[in-house]
């Protein structure tokens, strides 16, 4: 059951009204002549709903950097006569993610959950607290090599204010309907009171159905392993000859975590202003491939070749994160293997230790 | 605190580099209030020869060149290396690849035997180099950071991340998507990927980033990418990343 249909144009009309008020992050079309097809996708600020394009496939990075950008100061300190001071800095601003695609959602869901695990990160949630999340169902496939399905990650029952669901074009035009789903009480406000959408009659609950049966159907799976058993499967797989064999092609360029959108680690530095005592602390986005990452003091680093970097993601997103937090690791995005310029592909490494096994 | 002494100077190179510190103008009043430069031939003219760090751009492409390097090392307690040139050779190695009775003859026409020339190098071929800040030009931020981490006494690290890094951080497109091999996974980083942000291949300007990942490049150009070697060779040999004559 939908709790509200509405049309492309009056959706535009309440994403304007939400303009109003929010910040509004969504996907936005930049040509690229030299691609197929040539245009590609990214999240993007707009100051007008007509600026984005939701009829996207997928966008190349995720929202995450809305959330926890990629480089960002925690507080800035200086010296005063009262001694050491320091001044927390928070990004509260209204903001709205639109169009986000429930890969994205659950990966924002394992954020709310890993920020809060022991020590609850105020940066993060003072961000995400002042953040809207209109989703964007996909009816099928964004583009190849995604595992979502594996993962349970391409249908999305929480972690959004509303959900839009593509039912296609009208019969009476050729503007896209949407089916909405609301998830908190804030998108329920947003459009129950709106005069631009209805309440769902017998041929929109059938076309509501007729949707979830077809993208039912235009889902398959990637991997040989089912997702509850990536955990016995990598068990057994510590000291296969897979490791090496693959890492011999890793630059350890961290392309891959980095446009992961579960990837959260980071690094912190202080830095100090050139004449007086004051500086700040910053943090940037880190990544377990990358060569130093397990470098600690006395320069002993834990994980000094490729291998066992790649080793450490893969256990990572398939199941260490879980195991921590509760909430599925990797949501089969296949950001990582798109990124990555030596080809190094997740799923083939999955299947392969599938085989060997 | 002294005020440490700083001198900047230039062997063959087009001295960009110390340029590039004149041109931290927002800053240069704040540096000048911490140290004191004893020797810049690009911003005064006096001379002093008790230096606490020296900056040294350009390469070792004379015997003249190695001389004065060897003579900096002697009175620089901290010796730098900044810049392309300074820290690979930089351009000045394309001449390394050409017969030097050639190079000699159209560069100096027929008065060759005036000019004493050798194989470009990079400094820390000639003297032992403390720190190097690379990259055609040196990175303003760099140098500033470095310079803040001398005067607060912390350690200096050079990223050993590769030039992606940046690349992802500023959401850029990656190039390989547009079919074009850029240089970035070997090179390392600290650019802010200005190159690929711009819409140019990374070349490899800051050197390579480490061994694992230039024999990666090896085993990928061959096995995952149909590219004439040749070609990307040539892009590596530009600002003297790498002079060899294969990948790994
Ligand atoms: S993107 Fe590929 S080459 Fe780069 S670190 Fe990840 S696996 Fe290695
Ligand atoms: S590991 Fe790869 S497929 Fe999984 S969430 Fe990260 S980028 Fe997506
Ligand atoms: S454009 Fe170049 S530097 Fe940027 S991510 Fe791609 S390969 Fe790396
Ligand atoms: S992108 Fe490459 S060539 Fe360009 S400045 Fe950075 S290291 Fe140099």
Known sequence: MADRIIRHSDLMKLVDEVARKRRIIGPVARSVPECEPPVRYFYEDVERADQLDLSFRYCVYSPKRFLTPPSETLFAFDQDDGGFVAAPQYDRRPTALVGVHPCDIHAIRLYDRVFDLEHRDEHYFARRGATMIIGMDCPGPCTDGVFCKDMGANVAEAGFDAMLYPLGTDTDGDEMRYAVMFGTKAGREWLLYSRQSAAPNADDERAFEKYQADKEAAFSFALRTRREDLAELLGRSYDSLLWDATARRCYSCGSCNLSCPTCYCFDITDETDLASGSGRRWREWDGCHLPEFALVAGDHNFRPKAASRLRHRIYRKAVWIQERSGVVGCVGCARCDRACTAKINSVEIYNQLAEEA | ?248
């Open chain 2, 1 to 248: 605190m002294m005020k440490p002494k700083i001198a900047i100077f230039s062997l063959t190179g087009c001295e960009g580099c110390s340029l590039a510190i004149l041109e931290l103008e927002d800053q240069l009043l704040d540096i000048l209030q911490v140290v004191e430069i004893v020797n810049f031939r690009e911003g005064m003219t006096e001379r002093g020869w008790d230096i606490d760090i020296g900056f040294v751009d350009g390469a070792i492409s004379t015997p003249e060149d190695k001389r004065e390097v060897e003579e900096l090392r002697k009175h620089s307690r901290v010796l730098v290396a900044i810049g392309a040139c300074a820290c690979l050779g930089g351009i000045n190695t394309l001449k390394n690849h050409q017969p030097a009775s050639e190079y000699r003859a159209y560069v100096y026409g027929d008065k060759a035997e005036w000019f004493p020339t050798m194989d470009a190098q990079p400094i820390s071929a000639v003297v032992k180099v403390d720190y190097e800040l690379p990259g055609c030009p040196m990175v303003k931020e760099e140098f500033l950071r470095f310079v803040k981490c001398m005067l607060t006494e912390r350690p200096f690290r050079a990223t050993a991340n590769a030039v992606c890094v940046e690349c992802k951080k500023k959401g850029v497109l990656c190039l390989y998507e547009k079919g074009i091999i850029c240089l970035g996974p070997v090179t390392r980083g600290g650019c802010d990927a200005i190159c690929p942000a711009y819409g140019s291949k990374c070349e490899g300007c800051r050197g390579v980033v480490s061994d694992e990942a230039l024999a990666a490049a090896g085993v990928n150009l061959r096995e995952q990418y149909d590219v004439p070697l040749d070609r990307v060779l040539a892009d590596m040999r530009f600002h003297g990343a790498y002079q060899e004559k294969s990948l790994p």
